[in-house]
């Protein structure tokens, strides 16, 4: 890897731990579309796994007591069917419409929540069941399985720590599944774990970064930081995707 690659690297690692840390969800959102500046698709989104997996590890060990067991049970179960039709859809269908796709499910969410569309009462369990599954497909496909989660779990009224304690659960035990498929179907590579053990230090520190920062913001202020992640990576993956498209 050259100072360019390994730069780029490192900023999506930051990127991706500070994210984590301050809003409990968002770290490959953020790194992929860096990381596919310079790598891949099918090296960048492995690589984008191990970070969470590593961000996701230190996150629970925080927050293990704010865990709510119901909902997190619920999406892990309806995510496994998802996560090998995810992985084969990285290993069949371009990942320029992967990108592109993604970016207007999650537009047409931080739109809806900008409007205040909001439900009158708590999503129900079916709706859980539908986030699950789809948040295993974009799992295995890219690496990013927070929009259909976050977007149901934040109707169901819990308050930051646990919002984000069960989020990052999901992501830590739903990444594990993520991994084993994608090892399965040989995307598990050794420059994937190079690339990965070379972004960790960048990743600790992006964490304790935004980890120092969340106790300082109002709970509407975290709701604005969510969203904006959300819209602006969104952004990115919708830029890339159409500009692989045209130029294919």
Known sequence: ?????IGVLCLGAFCAGFTQGLAGFGSSLVALPLLAQVFDLKLAVPVCLFLSLSVNSVMVSRL?????FGPLALLLVS????MPLGVYALRAVSGDWLKTVLAVAIFVFVA?????????APAGRGWGVAAGFVAG????????????????MSRLGLDRNALRATLVSYFLLAGCGVVTSQFLAGLVTGPVLIRAAVALPALGLGIAAGVGLCGRISEAAFRRVALFVLGGTAASLLFQGVRGIVAG
């Open 1 to 5: 890897m050259d100072l360019l690659t």
């Open 64 to 68: 293990r007591g704010h865990i709510q």
């Open 79 to 82: 995510s496994l069917p998802g």
């Open 112 to 120: 809806n929540e900008c409007r205040g569309v909001r439900c009158a």
């Open 137 to 152: 497909c974009t799992g295995g496909a890219l690496g990013i399985n927070g929009p259909p989660i976050v977007a149901w």
